[in-house]
């Protein structure tokens, strides 16, 4: 398994930019896939971001202003948001996936606890 811990959460205005940080510990050699999902009170926890061999996918809500990247060397996974709007207001979660493929949103086998975006 994969320990996770995020980071870089917080609260900011409508248009501004956040990084959030995801560092890996643990059986990180057998990671195929890593994402950023999200999830509000009341509803599912729906994907963001993820990344694997064949590079980044976005949904389509992100897409032009989130970028996902990965610091191999120090075992983290980024997610810089820029353009940030209400409805990006979040739980936002790491995960991992030890299965091949990236291909999807399902899958993901690790989770960390989460860190707190608020856009107002």
């Known amino acids: 398994h994969v320990q996770l811990v995020e980071s870089g959460g917080g609260s900011v205005q409508a248009g501004g930019s956040l990084r959030l940080s995801c560092v890996a510990s643990?059986?990180?050699?057998?990671?195929?896939?890593m994402g950023w999902f999200r999830q509000t009170p009341g509803t599912e926890r729906e994907g963001v971001a993820r990344i694997g061999s064949s590079g980044p996918r976005y949904a389509d809500s992100v897409t032009g202003r989130f970028t996902v990247s990965k610091d191999v060397a120090k075992n983290t996974l980024i997610l810089q948001m820029n353009g940030l709007k209400s409805e990006d207001s979040a739980m936002y979660y790491c995960a991992a996936r030890n299965l091949p493929g990236c291909n999807a949103w399902s899958g993901f086998n690790d989770w960390g606890q989460g860190t707190q975006v608020t856009v107002s």
């Open positions: 643990g059986d990180t050699y057998g990671t195929y896939c």
